[in-house]
């Protein structure tokens, strides 16, 4: 059975830095490309950040110069840190697996950025 599990979300102030996490089971985790979402509420779920097999990365506009995606795949895991957060960031975040016409998403990890 495939998961994404998702963790690390939560509630920060303006400028705050959180780690997401992603563990993925139950397919070869290495052969995927994996990369993030987010869905705002009314929003359409959009790219965050992008790494694919060969570690190369690609950002949303939005995140450049303060979130890294990064990947362990000794450890099935999917990393993005993400720093001085604005409350825009506040959305759903989505871990997401590919390879060719296969996806997988995970349940999602809620980041809220509030004063």
């Known amino acids: 059975q495939v998961q994404l599990v998702e963790s690390g979300g939560g509630s920060v102030q303006p400028g705050g830095s959180l780690r997401l996490s992603c563990v993925g089971s139950?397919?070869?985790?290495?052969?995927?490309?994996m990369a993030w979402f987010r869905q705002a509420p009314g929003k359409e779920r959009e790219l965050v950040a992008d790494i694919l097999t060969a570690r190369r990365t690609i950002y949303a506009d939005s995140a450049k110069g303060r979130f890294t995606i990064s990947r362990d795949n000794d450890k099935h895991t999917l990393f993005l840190d993400m720093n001085n957060l604005k409350p825009e960031d506040t959305a759903v975040y989505f871990c997401?697996?590919?390879?060719?016409?296969?996806?997988?998403w995970g349940q999602g990890t809620q980041v809220t950025v509030s004063s």
């Open positions: 139950g397919f070869t985790f290495s052969s995927y490309d």
């Open positions: 997401h697996a590919r390879r060719w016409e296969t996806t997988y």
